[in-house]
């Protein structure tokens, strides 16, 4: 069975501050996709990132790195020089390679505040 | 290029009556997806389409919930009778290759 566990419920930071969050997964497949989804306070998902299990370089977008890390199962997102607008939960997900790698499964998610 | 659209955004009923929400996904997507999370819980999957054909069920609650996606376009979510552990986001994503866009959600509160 496939689990992703997000530990850390809710996380404050100053403003311009670094912060890491947090994802480890659990799942028998060796092909599979990891995502993270941000829901800002209008509630849609925006997808941020997707990685392939066979990629295991760390990306990096303006602000936004992820660290993947096969052999801890975990798919760590940190934002740079945090700011306002990143407030937002954050979702980390799993794919299902039984169900064409689109079925999703979803940590309980971290809610990110960032104080100005 | 117009994205998930779910309606309404938010819905109030009372326990037994009877809601149905709508998903939009985008166009000539043909995988759509219902999800839902319950307060503070994970996002968990309800069931997958292909088209107008379910794909996938295998996560809706019970029988009092049904599904229909029309000629493979719009998807509707009927939840009847309503009971309070539905109360919940409700969300609603296309794909395609492996890379699913998400709708805003409808919030639905059984009291």
């Known amino acids: 069975a496939q689990k992703v566990t997000q530990a850390q419920t809710e996380i404050s930071v100053v403003e311009k501050e670094d912060v890491t969050l947090d994802c480890v997964y659990e799942t028998r497949d060796t092909t599979y996709y990891l995502f993270w989804y941000k829901q800002p306070p209008s509630g849609e998902l925006v997808f941020l990132i997707r990685r392939n299990s066979f990629d295991e370089q760390n990306e990096i977008s303006g602000r936004y790195s992820w660290n993947f890390q096969k052999s801890t199962s975990s798919f760590n997102f940190t934002i740079t020089a945090s700011q306002v607008v990143d407030s937002a939960v954050y979702f980390c997900a799993l794919s299902d390679p039984n169900f064409g790698n689109e079925k999703l499964t979803f940590g309980t998610g971290t809610r990110l505040t960032i104080i100005p | 290029e117009a994205g998930v659209t779910q309606f309404p955004s938010h819905s109030v009923i009372e326990k037994g009556q009877t809601v149905t929400l709508r998903c939009d996904p985008i166009?000539?997507?043909?995988?759509l997806y219902w999800y839902r999370r319950v307060m503070g819980k994970e996002i968990k999957f309800l069931l997958h389409f292909v088209k107008e054909s379910k794909q996938d069920e295998s996560g809706m609650p019970n029988n009092r919930f049904l599904a229909e996606r029309t000629g493979g376009t719009y998807s509707t979510l009927k939840v009847q009778p309503a009971e309070l552990e539905d109360s919940g986001v409700y969300f609603c994503?296309?794909?395609?290759?492996?890379?699913?866009?998400f709708g805003q959600g409808t919030r639905l509160t059984v009291v």
């Open positions: 994503a296309s794909s395609q290759k492996a890379k699913a866009f």
């Open positions: 166009s000539g997507h043909d995988n």
